[in-house]
Structure formats: structure tokens, C-alpha cells
């Protein structure tokens, strides 16, 4: 376990550092290493689009199929469309590998996001399947090979009479309703796809089903102009009464095949079953004890929606309220799906720290850190504070570490997640002593709960409820996008922030103004 | 609020541009290269491959026992067969010589639960491409010591040729296509 935890660190360092390497390219926005379930979806778009063309073009005889997707060679849309639905598919496979390696690094196999993982597991699955099955529609002599060194792995398993590879011994023994059986599950498997990513994003408000425009526009544009610069060929046609000889083989997609004549389809098998083992047992295994959830406080909801609009994974719900207004609803959190995260703390109306209220009770709030904590934190921070101009740092646990920033002028407060904030909390640290206000949320797209960093962003900008007052003084207040590794970039904005606060004079009511 | 200061330029640098446009080459490099490249040989350039394959009921364990009419007696009246016959099939058992050589030796057990099901055989053998002798035998009676069926044969095996030995159950024969 010790070594696991070992390597999943070692690999999430190396992927960090990738991510910044991206994010220079890129921006943090765009950087397609955090959209990598959305170019899954991409490709998986540009694989169905294609696929629904070709079809119509596809010859499901055994003396057509071949025919008709060679002859696609002579037009350039030919070229395109063909090119398009095999790079499409090595994409799908490269970016679902990816995307299932990062979500393992950065610890998402667990907890409250079990559900998203187990039902991505037979995906992978899928997408094999209908890959594979793909080759087999042209009947060229790579999906003879691939066709029967499929055939001959299934037979591994002692589950048919007679052998499936049967069927590819002869001439003869390859008709139309072979190619018919070809085109079920090379269409068939990719709606189960379809069906099982539905199940995947379930527990997730605002799926990402496509990437950011540029980002789509540029990953298509790059298929596109490889499809018509290396165009997909066919080999010769299949013929059975000989074994082709050198085979132009996707390894992306058909890997298993020589691994299978390499080894045995014994261990290809244990492989494969091993490999989906460990995949379906990883969320299952021992893991830190899961956060505690949000709890709603009925005697301050008043069914405004918020938190129910901002958070990620749909664990809030509204009920009818117990107090039985008609009309009237109440926020309820599914513990189940809860990431305990804080978003709807933020979002509630309930939060602001300017309430009368001795004991600051919000209606919907997290045991560990509950909003009346953080301002009472802030109100002795304040008030400890001997720093002519202090300045307060509201960052976040999965971000740049906001501790490395405690100096004598600074009150740092490290938050679940920087959109536990209520903006309101900015506000009043201003008017409570502090000279300026830095706000510390991951990069973007790099929320480790997906939306923090922009709900964040929209509320301060006024933008999204609920909002920053505008006339808070602005240049009083920092935002920065710094995630996990990013402390010096923090540094450099607390450093500009305390540059811009310098002209400021205290007035002795621990209020600020231009001198 | 400075917006400069809190987010990252909107427009990209020059070296940004460039970083993408060497990201997307990349990718699209790895992905044109390795969907067809290296090539892959499945067989070696002076090889060609038998395959040896069947599906064929093997006889039955045993002999059918006639039943005397006390037995028959305690039958209800449609089941009054006169002689009772075991389910069970004989494994069938395949051997292939090449040039004297044994290099395949298969037992393949009769399919269901009541192993009451044809036997199925298949087998690749990569061989070398050239003239073979070759001798295949199947038994299929665990009663009978000899095997009930036989086939000699030259076989003139060309580079990447698949030579296939089946059963051809009409003609009651081991088959070479």
C-alpha cells in the first residue's frame, strides 16, 4: 500500500509539472489536461458524426464492404471522413487512458466520487469493443487478422461448443450475415457507450460533454488536417487462405493482438481481467476517512437556491420547508454525494458575516469549518493584528499553500475549497481592519471540486450570486489563480497586493483611505 | 479590480502560440505515426501456418444394454425403448505428425453438461514453408485402440499460406484445404 501511495505521488508531481508545462501553452483555462473527459466526449462526437456517414456509404455485403470503404480514398471527403473516424478513435482511446490516470493520481477513485469511477470502469471496455470491431467492417486484410485473432482470444475462455475462428476458416464460411454481425456490434456497442457515459456523468452538475470552443475547434482542426495528410488506406483484401505478412497495425487500438501472439491468450486474459479487477477494486480498498458533509439549518434556509445551483455533484436537493409555507422550500444534502467541499456555504445569502447574530449560523454550512468559525477567526486575527496595513489571505486546502504566506502583516485562512467564501467575507475583513483582501482559488479548470475556482471568480465579479457589493474598493482586493505548487505565484500576489495598499493611511477606525 | 494582476493574459504570447502549435504537431505526430507504424509481421517471412480444427461427436462410452421386459415393465408405456444407451461421448483425440515428427497431440472432451456434445479442436501450428509430409490421425471411441480415422499426405507449403485440417463429417474423412 505504501509503495501505491508512493508511485500514485511520484505520478501526480510529474503530472502537476505537465500541467504547468500545458498551462504556458495554453492557459490554465484551455489547457487540455483538465479537460480530458471533455475530449473523450469530443472525439466520441467526431466518432459518431463520421460513423453515421460512413455508414450510409458502408456496403454490408462480403464483396462490397471492402469496396466501398476503399474507394472512399478517391475523394477527399472520402479521405476526411475516413481519416476522421480512425483518429478520432485513437484519440478517444489516448484521452480516456489519460483521463483515467489522472483522476486515479489526484485520489478520485474514491469517497463520494465511487459511483463516477465504477461506471466509467466498463467504458474502457466499450470503447475497446467497438474499436476493434471497427477494423473488421472494412475486410481488408488487417480486419481478417484482427477478426480472427479476436475469434481465436475469446476461444480462450471455455465458453462456446465450437470455436468461434471457425467461421474464418474458409472462403466459404464468410457471408453477408457475417459483415451484418460485424456492423451489430460495431454500432450496437457504441450506443451501450453512449448509454454508459450518461451513467458516468450522472452524479455531476454541468458535465462537461464538450470542451472549450478553441480547444474543440483546434483538436478537430488537427484530425482534420491529419486525416487529409496521412490518410487512413486499406490493406489488400482479406483473403483466408494465407496469413498477410506485414500488417500496417493501429497499435493505439489493437494492441492486444501481438501481445496475444507474443505471450498467450491465457495471460492476455488474465491481463485484461486482472487489469479490470484492480480498476473495480481500487475504490473499495482502505482510504481516508471521508469529510463531513454539509448540514442544512432549516431555521435559516429560505429556499433561495443557491447552493443547490452551485453544487458540483447534485447533493443538494430541494424540499418542501417544515415549516409548511406554502411555497416555501428548503435545501436538503444527499450525504452520499456530498464532497463536503463548502461551495454551498459560500453560495448561501445566509453566510455573510454581517449578521447581528452573536453566533453566526448559516443555513447550510460544514461541521469542520462552518462560516461562523471563519468569521470569528477573522475577527481575532484582525484584532491580534499589530501591522500598520494587514492584509488577509483567503486561499484554499488543494491549492497553493496560503501557510507559506504568514508574515506579520498577513492572516492567512486556508478553506476546503476557496469557494466555501462568501464574498461578503471580503467585504468585511475591509471594513474590519484589513488594508486588503487576497483570494487564493486553484487554477482554472483545476478545481478539485470542479467548480469552485469559477463560481468564485463570478461572485467577486459580481457575476454570480451571491455577489461582491460593487462598492467594495477594488484595488483592495487580489485574485489569483494558484494551484497545488503554485506558492510562489501566490508570494508574487500578495507582493502586489501589499505594493497597491502601501499609499493607504489607516483613518484609526480601522478603515483605510488614500492619504 | 486589476484584472491583469488576477488572471492570465487573454491574448497569448508569441512563445504561447508556438508551444500550441508544437503540442498539437506532437500529438498529431503520435497519432498518425503509431496507428500504422512499426508494421507488424505476423509470420515470419519464410512460415506458413496449419491449422488444425474440427467439431465432431465422438461415439458413444458404451454399448447399448438391452433391457429385459421386467425392466421395461417399470418404464411408463413411451419409454419402453428396448435397449438403453449411455449419453456420454468418447473424447475425440487428434494427432498430427510432420516428417515423422509428433507436434500436436489433442484430446478435446465431448461439449455439455451431460458431455453428450460434439468435441472441438483448434490449433494453429507455424511451420516452416516448404514441402511436408504429413500424417494426422482421430480417434473417437475410447473403446477402440486404433484410430478410426486417418490422412497421409505431401503438402507443398508455400510463405504465408494457411493449410487447414478439418473433418468433414458427409464424407466421413480428415479434410486438407
Redesign the interface.
Known sequence: MRSAAALRQLGLTGWRAAERR????????LNPLRHLGALGFLAFWLLAASGVVLYALFDTSVAGAYRSINDLADLPLGRLLRGMH??AA??LV?VMGLHLLREWLVGHERGFRRFSWLTGVPLVGFVFVSAIGGFWLNWDQLGQ?SAIATA?WL?ALPLL???L??NF??VDAVNDRLISLFVFVHVGVPLLLLFGLWFHIQRVTRAAVMPPRSLAL??TA??A??ALT?P?TSHAPAE??????????????LFLH?LT?ATSAGFVWALVGGGALVLFALPFLPQPARAPVAVVDAANCNGCRHCFADCPYAAVTMVPHPNQRIGRTLAQVNADLCAGCGICAGACPSSTPFRSAAELVTGIDLPQLTVGDLRRRLQQALAASRAERPLVVFGCDHGARCATLLGADVSAFSLLCTGQLPPSFVEYALRDGAAGVLVATCR?GGCEFRLGERWTDER??GRREPHLRAGVA??R?????AGPGDEPVLKA?LA?LRQ?VQPLAPDGHGRFHHA | ??EA????P?R?TL??WA??V???GL??L???V????P?????G?DE??I?I?F?HSGKPVGDCVPLSPAELARLPPNMRAPTKCPRERSPVTVQVDIDGVNVLTRSAPP??LSKD??S?V?H?LVVPAREQRLSVRLSDDVRARDAAFQKEAIVSLT????L?I?FDAEKRAITL?
Open positions: 500545458f498551462d504556458t501553452a495554453f492557459g490554465s483555462r480512425r483518429y485513437d484519440t489516448v487478422y481465436e476461444d461448443a465450437a470455436p475462428a471457425r476458416l474458409a483546434g483538436l488537427v484530425l488536417a491529419l496521412w487512413v483466408l487462405g494465407s496469413v498477410p505478412r506485414l500488417l500496417r497495425l493501429d497499435w493505439f487500438l501481438p501472439d482554472e467577486l465579479q477594488t484595488e482586493l487580489e485574485r489569483v489563480f500576489a502586489r497597491r | 479590480m486589476p494582476a488576477a488572471r492570465p487573454s497569448l512563445s504561447a508551444g500550441q508544437l503540442l498539437y500529438f498529431a503520435a497519432i498518425g503509431f496507428s500504422q507504424w508494421p507488424y509481421h505476423h509470420l517471412a506458413a501456418l491449422k480444427s467439431t461439449s455439455g456434445g460434439a472441438s483448434y494453429r510463405p504465408g499460406q494457411v487447414v478439418d484445404q
